[in-house]
């Protein structure tokens, strides 16, 4: 029976473990065994070919220590050899190449199940991006839907230049052209506003994590929420303005002889060339930027100062101990009245801030090209024939359509999360 003696220094540190092993040269098999068993360890045994008769050949001494409750972490290894013992022979070279071919296994299967976690997340992240679009495209579907007439009436003053007063526009267009006539334009509107809405709730989220990323706070600041909104409208706005400016020109006066979307969008390019799809951009960048912060800012503002109040904790708590017992609407963090009130705030403050922007960008994008001006020029020419109340003609009809069309619109996107749980 091979000579046998284990050896139990102090710990290395804390944590740490170390031991050691008096093993029989001649046991081959046991040196292949033990390095087997532990394939996340480095170890070395030494040898020599001449030792005295009865002593042990070589010592494999061996630390490990314990980190975060991970297990056992390799730590330092070496041969601590007899006094007599200063050589190496085959069998250690070979336990050693052994030990190389378990470790290059290990790294291996290591490298695969990265691979394999990596495709994982990234797989992941592509279905949470498609759900956080679709949240957002159902509440602008929705939203617009419910507020298509008050848009109608919005357009009417801005395009048509309408002086009679609301209820006025609102018997003609019924008389005229029936109850239809308030959601005249609404499937064009929501093919604007769904990919639109979708893009600038997904890169609100993404911007305003990628801040708070870089800063490493705990929470996002109002500052970073207003840069993360800004950006957000600018990069809804740069891809979706065409299906607005379209939109636009099927409104005004004319606009119906062109034929729809398609025949609209094919005589603008023929006639003005591609780039007429984005006329206004500008100043639709101008005021989307302004926009989006005040927007998202504001109900992010709101939101965060109720759930850090007394009862915004209670709450949240509750919603913990309920899990997934609740349904949808009692899984709003701030309940279906505040999500509603404190999307209207956000949608009101927004538009009053930047409504002279939406004057100055529809004039835009009624000009043909032999009459058309820049922004600055058009917005001298409105406050020239009309004053400055002409920058905000339209306001009450478009803060109406604002109420619910934000409201609804914010309650639906948080609503969409739950449902398809959007992380």
Known sequence: MPWLEMWLPPAAGEGAVAAGLFLDAGDAAAHGALLAAMPGCSVSFGTRSRRRRGAPPGFLSLTMSVKGGRGFVPGSVGLLA?????????????LVAGKKAVEEVAVAEGNALLLQEKDARAGAGALNMTKHLWAGAVAAMVSRTVVAPLERLKLEYIVRGEQRNLFELMHAIATTQGLKGFWKGNFVNILRTAPFKAVNFYAYDTYRKQLLK?????????????????????????????????????????GEALGGVIGVARHMIQTEGFFSLYKGLVPSLISMAPSGAVFYGVYDILKMAYLHSPEGKKR??????????????????????????????????????TYPFEVVRRQLQMQV????????????????????PALYAGLIPSLLQVLPSASISYFVYELMKIVLKVE
């Open 82 to 94: 007899g006094a007599e013992e200063k050589g190496g022979t085959e069998e250690a070279e070979a």
């Open 369 to 388: 090209k032999a009459t058309r001006m820049n922004a600055f020029a058009t917005c001298l020419k409105i406050v020239d024939q009309g004053g400055v």
């Open 316 to 353: 949240v708590s509750m919603m913990k101990q309920q899990k997934q017992e609740a349904n949808a609407l009692d899984q709003l963090e701030l309940g279906t009245v505040r999500t509603l009130l404190y999307g209207a705030i956000a949608g009101c403050c927004a538009e009053a801030a």
């Open 214 to 254: 870089w800063s490493g706070n705990e929470e996002t600041t109002n500052f970073e929420r207003f840069i993360a909104g800004a950006f957000a409208g600018v990069t809804a706005t740069l891809m979706c303005i065409p299906m607005d400016t379209i939109r636009t020109r099927m409104v005004a006066p004319g």
